[in-house]
C-alpha cells in the first residue's frame, strides 16, 4: 500500500500548480494595478476627512471593482484543472479529493491574505500622505486596523467562496457568472427597488466591501457583513467538495 502524502506536501504541489499558470499572474498583476490605482485616486480626490478610518476607508475604494480578480483567481484555480484534464493527474496522485480541494483553499486563501495585506497598507499609505486629517492616520488606529483587517477578510472569504463555485459548477463561465451575479448584479438591483422584502434579500447577499462600505448594496455593520459572506463562501465550498467526492470526474 502506497503511503498518502504529508498535507504539506500536497499544499507544495497545488501552489506549484498555482505559479505555473499565466492566469495567476495576470489576475495578480490586474489586482494590484486596480486596487493600487484606485486606492491612490481615492485618496488623492478625498481631500479631507473628519477621521482617520474614513480616510482609509476612500482610500480602500478600490478593492470594490479589484476583487472581482480575486473571484476570477479563485475560480480559475479549479475550473483550469478540468478544463485541461489535469485533475485527473492531481486525483492520481491525491486520492482523497477533500483534501486535494482544501490543500488549494488554502494556497489561493494564503496568496489572497498576502496580495490584500500589500495593498492594504499601500492604501492606508496613501491616505496617510494625500487625505488631511486631524492628528493624522497613524496605522496603530483602532479604526484604520479595523478598515484594513475587514478588507483582507473579506477578499479572503471572497476567494474561499471562488474556490467554492468552482469545484461545484466545474465551469469557469459558470462559476464566474454566479459569483459575480450574486455580489455585483443582484445586490444594486435589489437596492434600487427598494422594498422591504428586497433589503432584506440584498442584506442576506455576499458583497466585496462588507459593513458600512459595501459595495453597490445595502449597508449593514460590518459583524452582519462577515458572517453573511462567510456563510455564503462556507456553503458553497462544502457543496463544492462534496459534489467534487461523489461526482465522476
Known sequence: MSRRAPFSAVVASEWTKLRS???????????????GTGGWFGAAI?????????AVSSALTGFGF???????????????????GMVLASLTAVPGRGRLLLAKTVVVATWTVVLTAVLAVFCWFAASRLTAVEGGVP???????RQLGLQVAAATLTAVLAVGLGALLRSSAGALGTA??????????LAIVGSEL????????????????????????????????????????VLGAV??????V
Open 66 to 84: 479589484g476583487q472581482v480578480l480575486v473571484v476570477v483567481l479563485g475560480v480559475l484555480a479549479v475550473t483550469a484543472e478540468f478544463r485541461t
Open 139 to 145: 496605522l496603530t488606529d483602532p479604526g484604520v486596523l
Open 21 to 35: 499558470v499565466r492566469s495567476t499572474w495576470w489576475c495578480t498583476a490586474l489586482y494590484l494595478a486596480v486596487v
Open 243 to 248: 459534489l467534487l467526492s461523489r461526482r465522476d
Open 180 to 189: 459575480l451575479g450574486a455580489v455585483l448584479v443582484l445586490p444594486p438591483v
Open 198 to 237: 428586497s433589503v432584506r434579500i440584498a442584506r442576506a447577499l455576499p458583497v466585496f466591501r462588507v459593513g458600512d462600505e459595501a459595495f453597490f448594496s445595502v449597508q449593514t455593520s460590518w459583524q452582519s457583513g462577515l458572517v453573511v459572506l462567510g456563510g455564503w463562501a462556507a456553503v458553497a465550498w
Open 46 to 54: 478625498t481631500q479631507s476627512a473628519p477621521r482617520a478610518d474614513i
